[in-house]
Nanobody, 127 residues
Framework: QVQLVESGGGLVQAGGSLRLACASS????????MGWFRQAPGKEREIVAA????????YYTDSVKGRFTISRDSAKNTVYLQMNSLKPEDTAVYYC????????????????????WGQGTQVTVSS
């Protein structure tokens, strides 16, 4: 069983930055690919970014490329999402997710692929 706890959300003005963190329980964090998803009001949950179990490979949805960076720290069992140049359309509840990976190099972009989810953290970007 893996428990995920997100932190770092909040209210920020457009153009600002936030760093989300997702702390994972358990001793096998290195075997899990991780992802960040978001869900805005009235919209479906969507992939934002993903990182392979090794940390070598990453994926970003087009709307955040060049602004967001996903990273992981295996010593701290934590995955991060650095969000810069935030826009009002980034406003959403952000969720992290973990997938027991069959390879250290695969990123997973479908939410149905993930085994565990955090409770979410609210990010609000004001214009």
């Amino acid at each position: 069983q893996v428990q995920l706890v997100e932190s770092g959300g909040g209210l920020v003005q457009a153009g600002g930055s936030l760093r989300l963190a997702c702390a994972s329980s358990g001793r096998t964090f290195r075997n899990y690919a991780m992802g960040w998803f978001r869900q805005a009001p009235g919209k479906e949950r969507e992939i934002v970014a993903a990182v392979s179990a090794s940390g070598v490979n990453t994926y970003y949805t087009d709307s955040v490329k060049g602004r967001f960076t996903i990273s992981r720290d295996s010593a701290k069992n934590t995955v991060y999402l650095q969000m810069n140049s935030l826009k009002p359309e980034d406003t959403a509840v952000y969720y992290c997710a973990a997938k027991r990976s069959v390879s250290y190099y695969i990123t997973y972009v479908l939410q149905g692929s993930y085994d565990y989810w955090g409770q979410g953290t609210q990010v609000t970007v004001s214009s």
